[in-house]
């Protein structure tokens, strides 16, 4: 009975106005923060740039493809953030990369599968 009250109380305030007005405001913060950071990428130097890139794919392919670590393992131990860059990360897209990124087992048992019989790879 107590779980069943829990979630109506939930639904109702899912429908109601003041979740739909911070999702709005969660919204338009999001927004803001996107055109901040490419307005900071559009301001920085080239080789800037440069040095920025490096570095985070440096980081990625550590996180990704050597320790073959979780989302939360590249957030917080590879590129050395906090809490508040697993919601920034969501954003940008990185959450999504990781989660399709296959394991080197993963990688292995696909190009075999493209592999032909006479060991040529399929295109």
């Not at 109506?8 to 338009?28: C, G, I, T, V």
Request: some cysteine; charged content about 30%.
């Amino acid at each position: 009975m107590a779980d069943e009250l829990n979630l109506n109380k939930m639904r109702d305030y899912l429908a109601s106005p003041e979740f739909e007005e911070f999702q709005k405001a969660q919204q338009e913060a999001s927004a803001a923060y996107a055109v901040e950071c490419d307005t900071f990428w559009d301001n920085l130097p080239y080789e800037d740039k440069l040095k920025a890139f490096y570095a985070v794919i440096k980081r990625t392919c550590q996180a990704e493809l050597e320790d073959e670590g979780t989302y939360r393992w590249a957030i917080y131990d590879v590129f050395g953030f906090g809490f508040d860059a697993y919601s920034v990360g969501m954003e940008c897209g990185y959450m999504d990369l990781h989660n399709r990124i296959m394991s080197k087992e993963q990688y292995e048992e696909y190009m075999t599968s493209l592999r032909n019989k006479d060991g040529s790879i399929q295109i």
